[in-house]
């Protein structure tokens, strides 16, 4: 089934805020909504990346938070006694 | 500054000395015991053997039949006679010097536990499995609340830029299941030198400092917290040891060829371990794994250089442990095996091909340890004798060929040519060559006896500690071990012919390839026929030799050359998974963890509840590292700040040549470039989620993350 620009965007945006862990609260279904509509406004052609673009005005992306990879280094050395 | 070796500070003070420790004395004792016993049964055994040769060892070919016959026959002896002291120590309840009971629970229990760093070296393992086993291990020192001493490291050598992001990705997931952040780390080298102990050496080296023990456990190792944590109590309570080694049980097996290790190793293990123990004491060898290591004296005296001789034995040491236990000993300490701490656990490899790909690498190594064995300066003789035993296990295997090799001459020259009455060069009177079936046929039943006594000893012991219903109950214990018995003779030869390959190979110092090991899949029957055909048709050749030769000579060879012939079916069979559970369903070869269930396998094998990156998207880890945001800001954290110079540009043109078509035709080095550089990363993640629907990248959006399918068309 071929989709319209805007249907793919719109599936697009939902996408990637559920995989970047953003509550699917009827807000944010509006919002994504709205997001479409002014990409759509703004350039007919290019609907996917001004979608997109708003990623980041529009919605809050919970960071990631990364632990320490690695405790901080306490030097120390290896001894080789010859054979 | 490292404190002087305990032995050495006792010298020093005028204390005990080496002789004056207990334990050295019942060593002495033991060994001189354990060699009497050896010795003795060899040259009867011998004697016999010159008797029944024909010209009773007045040929080249007899003496050379003779002096392999000693060396195999004093090789079984040993096991034999190690399996005797286990028996008789497990019957007695356990060793009076074990470090265990020296010690009460109450008094183990009040001591304090120091930091203690348990370290996983992997390189291209199966991600998954080994991060699910830190997670039971982890869990299960959480259960002991002791876990604020403890810090886990998973020191990664992966090179395959898709395993390591996903070890990164796991590394991440396993954090945030176990809230274990700062207290889970990850480390990954990027320059791999000197295998495993290169990598361990490059752990001590950064935060070796930071503890007072390491636990070292492979991949597929499982230990229980309570263990752990009893370890380093008794590493606590006795500054004089430097390791202390468990004797991990085999757990965890599917196919059925691990299933049958796993329940040799589970119902002989015990009485092997404790024979050895006995004889060893505090001078036992290190595995490698499933140990506690104390490390200001191994980072003082365990350093191992390069060997300094010729062919194998120069370059970077390939099987490090025996040698750090070695190096341990010279340096005054202690290397025990404590065989009473329970909960110590490994995997078996799944097929005898994937154990075979695993004995190669372990070959080679072992045969390094002969340099040290004769050059070593101040290693203490049980060390010696623990590389000898090492090499041993492998090369005992050309051994047994040359055996067999020389026998079939024998018989050759003894039906085809006419008959030596003179077979030495100054003799006087004729030798009448005789030929004694009946004494041939004793010596060889006394050594199969040899070899399968200690099985008969282990079940025995089993039931007099009423532990076989561990094993499914007395009749399926005994039927698992005629089960185990006759899988074993099936594979001895297979194994004395890959071995032997082995040997020459690293004799003529042929260059390996060191890879991770196979831990999951079952060997299809093309490739069983490739890697078996050798062996099939040289037993097949030798067989019908034997019998145009001599009938009764081609029934002598069966036992050797029929596992050889059928080395390729048995192999395919012994991998296959659903015969294993089946045989475990029949209540054949069970072992006590499948009918008691065991905590940490329930965290091995439980779902992870981690709210981390999605792992249901069916994407390379790579696709997941660049498409999906969580994963995305994980690898992005841990990748590194742009370098500028001129592999930059290369750099740029290779991530939009990602962008463009997709990672498919980027080599290796190139992607292991891209997910390491921070901003790449968070350009591709950018540049992807607008990527048109027919981009490679659009596609993959449409078709895996999105979810809708079809032809895309332009947006």
């Known amino acids: 089934m071929i989709r319209t620009p805007a249907e793919r965007a719109l599936g697009r945006l939902t996408a990637y805020l559920r995989l970047a862990g953003v509550a699917p609260t009827v807000e944010t279904s509006r919002a994504t909504v709205d997001a479409v509509r002014a990409a759509l406004d703004e350039d007919g052609d290019r609907v996917l990346q001004h979608t997109m673009d708003q990623l980041e005005t529009r919605f809050s992306v919970p960071a990631v938070d990364v632990p320490p990879q690695c405790p901080p280094m306490t030097r120390g050395s290896i001894h080789y006694e010859s054979d | ?715």
């Not at chain 2, 099987?319 to 005054?332: L, N, P, V």
Request: proline content about 6%.
């Open chain 2, 1 to 715: 500054m490292c404190a002087p070796a305990p032995a050495q500070t006792a010298a020093r003070r005028g204390g005990h000395s080496d002789r004056a420790v207990p334990w050295r004395r019942a060593a002495y004792m033991r060994r001189t015991v354990l060699t009497l016993l050896v010795l003795a049964q060899t040259l009867t055994a011998t004697y016999y053997m010159v008797a029944v040769l024909p010209y009773h060892g007045g040929t080249g070919v007899e003496k050379g039949i003779t002096a392999l016959f000693a060396l195999l026959f004093g090789w079984v002896s040993v096991g034999f006679w190690t399996a005797g002291f286990g028996f008789i120590v497990q019957r007695l309840g356990g060793d009076r010097f074990s470090l265990l009971r020296r010690h009460s629970p109450a008094e183990l229990e009040r001591t304090p536990l120091a930091r203690t760093a348990v370290v996983m070296p992997i390189y291209h393992e199966p991600v998954d499995r080994c991060l699910q086993g830190l997670r039971a291990v982890y869990r299960s020192l959480e259960r002991t609340g002791k876990l604020e001493h403890f810090d886990f490291f998973i020191l990664s050598d992966s090179r395959d830029p898709q395993t390591v992001l996903a070890e990164q990705a796991g590394w991440y997931r396993l954090c945030e299941e176990l809230n274990g952040g700062g207290r889970i780390y990850y480390r990954r080298r990027t320059l791999n030198l000197r295998y495993k102990s290169g990598n361990i050496a490059d752990f001590l080296r950064r935060w070796g400092r930071r503890y007072e023990y390491m636990a070292v456990l492979d991949a597929d190792s499982l230990v229980r917290g309570e263990t752990l944590v009893r370890m380093v109590q008794l590493m606590e309570r006795e500054p004089q040891v430097g390791i202390l080694q468990t004797n991990p049980a085999i757990i965890n097996a599917r196919s059925t060829f691990a299933r049958v290790q796993q329940f040799a190793n589970r119902a002989y293990g015990k009485l092997l371990g404790a024979g050895l123990a006995s004889i060893q004491l505090g001078e036992a060898a290190y595995w490698g794994h499933n140990a506690v290591i104390r490390i200001e004296p191994f980072m003082k005296h365990c350093g191992l250089r390069a060997l300094r001789g010729f062919g194998v034995f120069k370059g970077p040491v390939l099987s490090h442990d025996f040698i750090e236990a070695a190096y341990m000993g010279r340096a005054g300490y202690e290397v025990w095996m404590e065989t009473g701490l329970d909960g110590s656990y490994e995997e078996s490899p799944p097929s005898v091909v994937d154990e075979l790909a695993r004995d190669r690498r372990w070959a080679k190594g072992n045969l390094q340890h002969l340099w040290l064995l004769l050059f070593g300066r101040r290693i203490r003789f049980a060390h010696r004798m623990a590389f000898l035993n090492g090499i041993m296990s492998y090369f005992s295997s050309p051994l047994w060929l040359a055996f067999l090799v020389l026998v079939s001459i024998e018989t050759t020259r003894f039906v085809l040519w006419p008959i030596n009455y003179f077979p030495s060069q100054h003799q006087l009177f004729p030798l009448w060559p005789q030929w004694h079936p009946e004494w041939a046929l004793r010596l060889a039943v006394s050594t199969v006896v040899l070899l399968f006594l200690p099985k008969v000893l282990a079940l025995l012991d089993l039931t007099l500690s009423r532990s076989t219903r561990t094993f499914g109950g007395p009749v399926a214990a005994t039927a698992s071990v005629v089960f185990e018995s006759l899988v074993s003779s099936l594979l001895a030869p297979v194994r004395m012919l890959a071995h032997s390959r082995f040997v020459a190979g690293a004799l003529l110092n042929i260059s390996l390839h060191w890879g991770g090991q196979n831990r999951s899949a079952e060997i299809p029957w093309s490739a069983a026929l490739i890697t078996q055909a050798p062996a099939t048709l040289i037993a097949g050749a030798w067989a019908g030799f034997a019998f145009w030769l001599k009938p009764l000579f081609f029934l002598w060879t069966l036992p050797v050359s029929l596992p050889l012939v059928l080395a390729a079916p048995t192999t395919v069979v012994l991998s296959r998974v659903r015969l294993g559970q089946r045989l475990r369903r029949a209540g054949l070869l069970l072992v006590p963890e499948e009918l008691q269930g065991s905590p940490l396998l329930d965290d091995l094998h439980g779902d992870s509840d981690s709210q981390g990156p999605d792992r249901s998207l069916p994407l390379t880890p790579f696709e997941q590292a660049l498409i999906d945001p969580k994963t995305n800001a994980i690898h992005a954290a841990l990748a590194r700040e742009p370098r500028e110079g001129a592999r930059r540009a290369n750099l740029l043109a290779v991530r939009e040549q990602c962008l463009q078509h997709g990672p498919e035709d980027i080599p290796d080095d190139d992607l292991a470039r891209l997910v390491k550089d921070r901003e790449s990363l968070l350009w591709l993640h950018h540049r992807i989620w607008r990527a048109p629907p027919d981009n490679y990248w659009g596609r993959r959006l449409e078709v895996h993350v999105i979810g809708c399918g079809g032809n895309p068309a332009k947006g």
